[in-house]
């Protein structure tokens, strides 16, 4: 029952105040920060250490995700981004069981999961906190204003976005009730 109201309630309840788009402020001087985008690394879900510099010059959306959300089936828009605008945007999902307990796998589980369920073959990283005291060093650098130079706004759900351009700033933080295909995001893509 509990992981029923979980799954049906939560989601509802946030649809209702999150549908949200924050955008860099054109004023915001970000040549201060005290890392870059290209400088982090992640561990991918097939334990490979993945560096960022790798994604330099192409668009980069960044998704928490999880296999037991309403917002799942967003895989499958992430999935049609990924295979459409492959050559100028990257796609990198971070599986995390910080809302509603929605992903309870292991690495293994939710790789199959997304290859059997979505196709998915954009780069998903190893399950870790995009929240609270272990949040991982990704999540810290997009959530942080030293970090990242203007947004503070951590994930309130599964299926949070934000996009960096390809000089590697962050310029866009969509609520998980924004679409992935959705018109806004769509014009930032293209």
């Known amino acids: 029952m509990k992981k ?4 049906i ?3 509802a ?6 549908k949200e788009i924050k955008t860099k ?3 915001i001087d970000t040549t201060m920060n005290s890392q870059t985008f290209y400088e982090l690394r992640a561990t991918a879900i097939d334990g490979k250490e993945i560096n960022f510099s790798q994604y330099k010059g192409k668009k980069i959306m960044i998704v928490n995700t999880a296999s037991e959300c309403g917002y799942t089936p967003q895989y499958k ?7 459409k605008f492959g050559n100028k945007l990257v796609i ?4 995390a069981n910080n809302f509603g307990a929605q992903e309870p796998g292991t690495n293994t589980d939710i790789a199959s999961f997304c290859e059997k369920n979505y196709g998915v073959t ?3 990283f190893e399950k870790s906190d995009v929240i609270g005291e272990h949040q991982n060093s990704v999540y810290q650098w997009l959530t942080q204003k030293e970090k990242n130079g203007w947004n503070t706004d951590e994930p309130k759900w599964n ?6 351009d390809e000089n590697g700033e962050l310029t866009k933080v969509y609520s998980h009730a924004i679409d992935p295909a959705s018109e806004e995001v769509l014009k930032e893509i293209e």
């Open 4 to 7: 029923l109201i979980r799954t």
């Open 9 to 11: 309630f939560y989601p």
């Open 13 to 18: 309840l946030l649809l209702f105040s999150c």
């Open 25 to 27: 402020p054109k004023n």
């Open 77 to 83: 828009q992430l999935q049609e981004l990924h295979k």
């Open 92 to 95: 990198l999902g971070f599986p």
């Open 122 to 124: 954009f780069q998903l």
């Open 159 to 164: 299926f949070w976005k934000y996009l960096i």
